[in-house]
């Protein structure tokens, strides 16, 4: 899988606040990929037989889809995004600081939902 390309500009952020976007964005990328490496070899340790390796088949297919969904950079929503990231520990609020202090407060806001 491709490594997500942040591309979309943010309409009515600063160029400073945009890098910061795309940093945090990484950063939760790289660890959403850590996690899955993670889970996947505790899963292959365990493989013994065929309907295991289709288990890990399915897995890796909805983690696929699941991945390439959320990790989408888009303008529409990228807050929420921020505060899923935030809520299932793939970011910490204080990697968004630069961000305007009303962004940081709705992420902030809506992470602990």
């Given at each position: 899988?491709?490594k ?7 309409e ?6 945009q ?12 660890r959403?990929?850590?996690?899955l ?5 505790e ?11 289709w ?41 968004l ?6 962004k ?10």
């Amino acid at each position: 899988m491709a490594k997500p390309m942040p591309d979309e500009l943010l309409e009515g952020w600063s160029e400073s606040e945009q890098h910061i976007a795309r940093q945090a964005f990484e950063h939760a990328y790289q660890r959403t990929i850590e996690r899955l490496i993670a889970d996947l070899q505790e899963k292959t340790r365990d493989l013994n037989s065929a309907e295991a390796i289709w288990q890990l088949h399915d897995f890796l297919s909805i983690e696929r889809h699941t991945i390439e969904g959320r990790f989408s950079f888009r303008a529409e929503g990228i807050l929420f995004v921020f505060a899923s990231f935030v809520k299932d520990n793939l970011l910490q609020i204080d990697e968004l600081a630069g961000l305007d202090a009303d962004k940081l407060a709705k992420v902030s806001a809506m992470s602990r939902f």
